[in-house]
């Protein structure tokens, strides 16, 4: 190879090489975005619908007064709603966890109850909320 190539290989290499981190960082901040938003359960409480309502409709006073016990039952409805799921997964998980358990030596019981220890700590029984620093939102402040 004569030197022009050797320059113009070393350069193709390195323009590959920052277009691959350019890559891998617009990659990892946008799943880092995407990890630290919470579910938006507060779009469903009834303090956020109501201010909602009022506002993308233009409800008048006698109106709220007929649309907010209809929006404050359908927040608790939901909330019913996700509590129950929540509890029929877990019993769904837990039940196939011990008919695993069943068919596993001891060993693997062992590393079977160490995953679910992991899955516990890691928070798939419930959803946890990020920081407030993290958190996006389109939910109104709350009152404190």
Do not use: C, W
């Not at 506002?55 to 939901?78: F, H, R």
């Amino acid at each position: 190879m004569n030197h022009l190539s050797k320059t113009k290989l070393v350069l193709y290499l390195a323009a590959i090489f920052v277009a691959g981190g350019v890559t891998g960082a617009a990659v990892a901040v946008k799943a880092t975005k995407q990890m630290a938003e919470a579910p938006r359960t507060t779009h469903m409480e009834a303090r956020y619908l109501k201010d909602r309502f009022r506002s993308k409709l233009g409800l008048t006073a006698d109106q709220a007064k007929v649309v907010d016990p209809i929006l404050d039952k359908m927040s608790l409805d939901l909330k019913a709603v996700r509590s129950e799921t929540t509890r029929r997964i877990s019993a769904i998980v837990k039940s196939s966890y011990e008919q695993i358990g069943k068919e596993l030596t001891p060993e693997q019981r062992a590393k079977l109850e160490e995953m679910k220890k992991e899955r516990s700590e890691s928070g798939h029984r419930k959803f946890k909320s990020p920081p407030d620093s993290l958190r996006k939102s389109n939910s109104p402040p709350q009152d404190l």
